[in-house]
């Protein structure tokens, strides 16, 4: 089993700053990568921003230069800086793991953390 728990949602003020955080745990030999999603009301969920095992980092456009992502590996913990938020950064954020296990690779999604931003 392998677990994806996401902290760090709330409610700010637009221009204000958020740092989630998502760690992965349980049965794997390593992590390939991690990534953060987002859903917001009535439309589709969409990438925000993903890591590698490497450090490769890729962005959403409209997050470009305002998020920034890194990873702990020892920890096996993702972070997502926020930084001059948005009213339309207004979303559930979901992290995954991209995972290797004994014979195969799986992804594993967290339930989610709410960021509501305020204009």
């Known amino acids: 089993q392998v677990q994806v728990v996401e902290s760090g949602g709330g409610l700010v003020q637009a221009g204000e700053s958020l740092r989630l955080s998502c760690a992965a745990s349980g049965s794997f030999f390593s992590i390939n990568s991690m990534a953060w999603y987002r859903q917001a009301p009535g439309r589709q969920r969409e990438l925000v921003a993903s890591?590698?095992?490497?450090?490769?980092?890729k962005y959403a456009d409209s997050v470009k230069d305002r998020f920034t992502i890194s990873r702990d590996n020892a920890k096996n913990t993702v972070f997502l800086q926020m930084n001059s938020l948005k009213p339309e950064d207004t979303a559930v954020y979901y992290c995954?793991?991209?995972?290797?296990?004994?014979?195969?690779?799986?992804?594993?999604w967290g339930q989610g953390t709410q960021v509501t931003v305020s204009s």
């Open positions: 995954n793991a991209d995972v290797r296990l004994l014979y195969t690779d799986s992804i594993y």
């Open positions: 890591i590698s095992n490497g450090g490769s980092t």
